[in-house]
């Protein structure tokens, strides 16, 4: 599925199914957020899209160092996107990672049924200060 008809069919609500990080180097899969993180992706008919992905072991932060830590556990981003073939582009106006801001975030996404399979090109993720290549894969399911 890809341009108009992904346009069309990408608009709504989805929920988080599966988070996995695939390590360039090593080809291994991990659960970067946890056995069983939580998000949602929302697209307008007008363009525009709102992501948010947590962890699975977040809890209430009670000092400094404990908030810091939750950044590690958490993507959200707000912006506009466009569809271009099978890739969802979104132009970043907010983001948790400032150096997201003013950046283009570009992902492969392909739809059946309802699920959403997404998967972002290799990227040095600003949650983890190992600088190695990476890539997130990501399962969503559309909500009615």
């Not at 307008?44 to 590690?72: H, I």
């Amino acid at each position: 599925m890809v341009g108009a008809h992904l346009a069309d069919r990408i608009v709504g609500t989805w929920d988080l199914v599966s988070y996995k990080v695939e390590d360039k180097e090593t080809g291994k899969l991990i659960d970067a957020m946890g056995g069983t993180p939580r998000g949602r992706v929302i697209f307008t008919k007008d363009g525009w899209v709102a992501f948010n992905l947590e962890g699975s072991a977040r809890k209430p932060a009670t000092t400094d160092a404990e908030r810091a830590a939750l950044m590690k556990t958490l993507v959200a981003y707000i912006g506009r996107y466009r569809i271009e073939g099978d890739q969802w582009v979104t132009s970043v106006q907010t983001a948790w990672a400032p150096e997201w801001v003013g950046t283009e975030q570009r992902r492969t996404i392909h739809i059946d049924g309802d699920y959403a399979d997404v998967t972002t090109p290799w990227r040095v993720m600003p949650n983890w200060d190992d600088g190695r290549l990476s890539r997130s894969i990501i399962r969503f399911k559309h909500i009615p």
